[in-house]
Nanobody, 120 residues
Framework: QVPLVESGGGLVQSGGSLRLSCTAS????????MGWYRQAPGKERELVAAISTGGTRTYADSVKGRFTIPRDNSKNTLYLQMNSLKPEDTAVYYC??????????????WGQGTQVTVSS
């Protein structure tokens, strides 16, 4: 019901930057909560960052000070700006939107995922 299209993943050297984009086919102004998850091979899924309609942002401790989550309501697009990338940031990154029962995670809507690989 809320299709999400991601782009921006790729290969980058340690210390570099990438910006991921997530475009929705609905007005994201109407979505209470959106965010980004990531999952690396052999590791648990991690909520990287989230933003509410009101603009409140939260970040995982592992990315604080390095990642930000800009939003452009006019373009229905959510971004994940990733700076000072480390090899441990290597993962598949997923854009998510709040589901009908509220919250992200399993009950939310998910993009197809985009691979981010950080080399040493």
């Amino acid at each position: 019901q809320v299709p999400l299209v991601e782009s921006g993943g790729g290969l980058v050297q340690s210390g570099g930057s990438l910006r991921l984009s997530c475009t929705a086919s609905v007005n994201i102004f109407s979505i209470n909560l959106m965010g980004w998850y990531r999952q690396a091979p052999g590791k648990e899924r991690e909520l990287v960052a989230a933003i509410s309609t009101g603009g409140t942002r939260t970040y995982a401790d592992s990315v604080k000070g390095r990642f930000t989550i800009p939003r452009d309501n006019s373009k229905n697009t959510l971004y994940l700006q990733m700076n000072s990338l480390k090899p441990e940031d290597t993962a598949v990154y997923y854009c998510t939107a709040e589901g009908p029962l509220g919250g992200l995670g399993n009950g939310g809507y998910w993009g197809q995922g985009t691979q981010v690989t950080v080399s040493s």
